[in-house]
């Protein structure tokens, strides 16, 4: 997908308010109603910030990237050659926000910790704890390598399309299923083993 283009195919439309389209805010932004763009933010917020947890593995990175994805989109709205596709758009900046902020965390990682293996580690939390499941598979997902656990959401929780994967990572489409299978894989690999702690 080249960047500040709006012109990929989301998976599933609009979240919120659904009697206004993408494209009908977007002209009311370009057109000076900025409070228009605060309809988009609330129609895509919770879904992308979903994803950025998901991908990113903590609270303070994920809303650093989903904020700086609504604000590069924001100021590049003039370019935005397809408004209907805003939402795919939009996903294309986050995903790479996601990116930048997880290269950037791991950097500042190994700046800090002298003990490489304390990273590959994370003693999973005891049943006595009563974790929930949805703790134990993002603690999974963190396992995997940036680029597996990526295509794993896109494609898994976010339901997109392979097609509209290749757009927004810029990967080929035989790559995308491959690293998903494998991202599948190690992902229940993982989940067994931590039944066993």
């Known amino acids: 997908m ?3 283009r709006c012109d990929a195919t989301p998976g599933r439309e609009g979240i919120g308010d659904v009697g206004t389209s ?3 805010l977007v002209r009311r932004v ?35 990237a989903l904020q700086d994805a609504f604000v590069r989109a924001y100021r590049s ?5 397809d408004p209907e596709r805003f939402g ?11 990116r930048t902020t997880g290269a950037r965390a791991a950097r500042r990682a190994r700046r800090f ?38 295509a794993f959401l896109l494609k898994h929780v976010e339901e997109l399309e ?14 995308l299923k491959m690293r998903v299978k494998r991202a599948r894989e190690q992902l229940q690999a993982i989940l067994r083993e931590a ?3």
């Open 30 to 64: 370009r057109a000076g109603d900025t409070a228009a763009y605060a309809d988009l933010v609330a129609r895509y917020r919770d879904r992308l910030g979903r994803y950025a947890l998901h991908m990113l593995g903590n609270r303070e990175d994920a809303e650093e």
């Open 162 to 175: 392979y097609e509209d994967i290749a757009q927004l990572t810029g990967a080929g489409i035989s790559a």
């Open 88 to 98: 795919a758009w939009l996903y294309g900046i986050l995903v790479n926000r996601c």
């Open 195 to 197: 039944e066993h702690v």
């Open 113 to 150: 910790v002298s003990d490489p293996t304390a990273l590959e580690t994370t003693p999973l939390p005891g049943p006595a704890e009563q974790t929930e499941w949805d703790d134990i598979v993002r603690w999974a997902l963190a396992r995997l390598a940036p680029e597996a656990r990526e």
């Open 77 to 81: 709205l003039a370019r935005c050659d």
């Open 2 to 4: 080249s960047k500040g």
């Open 22 to 24: 993408d494209a009908a």
